[in-house]
Each structure stands twice: as structure tokens, then as C-alpha cells.
Nanobody, 124 residues
Framework: QVQLVESGGGLVQAGSSLRLSCTYS???????MGWFRQAPGKERVFVAG????????SYADSVKGRFTISRDIAKNTVYLHMNLLKPEDTAVYLC??????????????????WGQGTQVTVSS
């Protein structure tokens, strides 16, 4: 049974930082993982991805230079460090497992297990 649980969201002011965590259990250790976000009324979009060993990462242009994805394999956790947050970063953030291997895939259909999401709200 694969389970993904996100945490760390909240309400912050523009320019602030947050660190999201995604703790996983089950057959997830050797898989690429990704973070997506979904704003109200909008599609779910790719934010960042990381390879199974943490050695490679990929980012959406909108967050490049501000967000960093990392993973602690021993703790079964993937992180999303978010700096210089903007109001347009407001969304539900979800982590997901990618069984296809390419950590930079932006296609939601390449991901098979998803967490429930954590809300991030950035006020101006």
C-alpha cells in the first residue's frame, strides 16, 4: 500500500518562505517523485521533480530560482523549499510518485499515487 502525506502548508505574506514535506510509505523509495499545484478553477500543474536517488531535479519556469526540491531517502521524505513566495503561488500543493522514471515529466498521467495535498496561501 503506497501512501503519500503532505504537510507544511499555511498562510504567509509575499516574500516569505515555506518548506513542504511529503512523507511516503510503501513501494516509493526507488521512484522519481514530483510536486504539483492546483489553484481553484485551474488545472493541476507541475512544479518540481526529483530522481529516485535525489541526484537530478527539474523545475517549472515559474518557480526556477525560488523553489528547491530535495529528498531524504532515510526518512522517506521529499521536500519542497519555497522562497520569495508570491500571491500567484497560492494553490493546493500535492506530491506524487512517478513509476515511469523521468523525474521531469510534467504529465499528470505519468504519476500513479498522489497525496491529499496541503494548502499554501500567499497574501500580498
Amino acid at each position: 500500500q503506497v501512501q503519500l502525506v503532505e504537510s507544511g502548508g499555511g498562510l504567509v505574506q509575499a516574500g516569505s518562505s515555506l518548506r513542504l514535506s511529503c512523507t511516503y510509505s510503501g513501494r516509493t523509495t526507488n521512484y522519481a517523485m514530483g510536486w504539483f499545484r492546483q489553484a481553484p478553477g485551474k488545472e493541476r500543474v507541475f512544479v518540481a521533480g526529483i530522481s529516485s536517488n535525489g541526484g537530478s531535479t527539474s523545475y517549472a519556469d515559474s518557480v526556477k530560482g525560488r523553489f528547491t526540491i530535495s529528498r531524504d531517502i532515510a526518512k522517506n521524505t521529499v521536500y519542497l523549499h519555497m522562497n520569495l513566495l508570491k500571491p500567484e503561488d497560492t494553490a493546493v500543493y500535492l506530491c506524487a510518485r512517478n513509476p515511469r522514471g523521468y523525474y521531469g515529466s510534467t504529465d499528470t498521467t505519468d504519476y500513479d499515487y498522489w497525496g491529499q495535498g496541503t494548502q499554501v496561501t500567499v497574501s500580498s
